[in-house]
């Protein structure tokens, strides 16, 4: 049995997430401790807790001390299924981090699945629906799979409330290179709001077009959603090129001014255009695990994050796959599996 110090590293929800997602396709039981240790509130939360749910239902597994608050799991991954899923949060805990935690076994199925996920869908501390189907899907498509999701309704933190749907239709993941993200093909800037003044909305992109003063002004649009999907307000800028598109948000929270959201969004846009790289901060973290189950790969990326680091680590527990992360000053950062 795999041991894990759950404190270890960036010491959050990802330990537990692909974890469970190692332990299906590999057969590997484990147990973790000081569940989320560095976190303000440490243990289980009710998402993490519908996430582990969700691994037990696709993959006949059992787990032990799955209540939220837990500070210790024990998993023994069972065979994984392919069939009709349907899994709620209850809150507005993220679907995209069930989603994460499902998908790499589903893909791996020897039929077809499909996903219903109901809570968040843009969370302040998850990448939202728009990066899972824009920026990271694309590329595990690239990779053998077909996957497909669809965002049935918006759900902001703190009211929930969303759905989404996903279809994955598995097949073997094909080693790929990531190392160019191509020639620039477009961009848009979109506030989403409910349940909120328009004026929120509107000064966020005022503030973003003075960040952004190169992009034209067809790439800026309001988009305001019915109010039983809020109260919210979300800025997702995209910037697509031929092999990749970015998908930075910025999220409306009580307190902070609309614009300062904005100029840290666009700053961080800004940010990884001018790296030159691949994959931005987000879409590293997700690619390890499909690289490593693929046999290996390579991606350029900007400046690795703790969370990425961390999640190498685990990796290489169940697979032996090591993760290298070559930070070049000035350059393109390499990271590469093997």
């Known amino acids: 049995m795999i041991i894990i110090d759950g404190s270890e590293g960036e010491g959050g929800g990802q330990v537990v997430r692909n974890a469970c997602a190692l332990s299906l396709v590999t057969g590997e039981p484990f147990r973790i401790t ?10 289980l939360m009710r998402q993490h807790v519908t996430a582990i749910e969700a691994a037990c239902a696709i993959g006949g597994a059992e787990c032990a001390g799955l209540t939220v608050g837990s500070s210790e799991i024990t998993f023994t991954p069972g065979r994984v299924r392919q069939g009709d899923y349907h899994f709620a949060v209850g809150t507005a805990g993220s679907t995209g981090l069930v989603l994460q935690t499902v998908l790499m076994p589903l893909l ?16 302040m501390l998850a990448p ?46 094909r080693r790929i290179e990531c190392l160019d993200r191509g020639a620039p093909i477009g961009e848009t800037a979109t506030a989403l709001f409910a349940a909120l ?48 598109t970015e998908v930075v948000s910025g999220f409306g929270r009580l307190g902070v001014a609309a614009e300062r959201i904005a100029a840290t969004t666009a700053g961080r846009l800004a940010g990884y255009v001018e790296s030159g790289a691949f994959a931005g901060p987000y879409l590293a973290d997700q690619l390890l695990l499909p ?19 961390t999640a190498a680590a685990i990796i290489e527990r169940f697979t032996g796959r090591r993760c290298s992360f070559d930070v070049r000053h000035g350059e393109r950062n390499l990271v590469t599996i093997a």
């Open 108 to 123: 791996l199925a020897d039929a077809p699945s499909r996903l219903v996920l109901e809570g968040g869908t843009h969370n």
């Open 34 to 43: 000081n569940v989320r240790g560095r976190r303000e509130k440490p243990g």
């Open 128 to 173: 939202p629906f728009d990066f899972i189907a824009k920026t990271f899907l694309p590329i595990v498509n690239r990779m053998g799979p077909t996957v497909e999701a669809r965002l049935v309704r918006h759900g902001f933190y703190p009211r929930g409330g969303g759905r989404i749907e996903v279809d994955i239709t598995p097949a073997p993941l």
């Open 197 to 244: 003044p328009f004026e929120i909305a509107d000064r966020m992109l005022k503030r973003t077009r003075k960040s952004l003063p190169d992009w034209l002004d067809r790439s800026f649009a309001v988009r305001e959603l019915p109010v039983d999907q809020g109260p919210g307000v979300i800025l997702l800028l995209e910037a697509a090129f031929e092999h990749v």
């Open 291 to 309: 690289f490593a189950l693929a046999g290996g790969g390579s991606f350029t990326t900007v400046k690795p994050s703790e969370h990425s680091r």
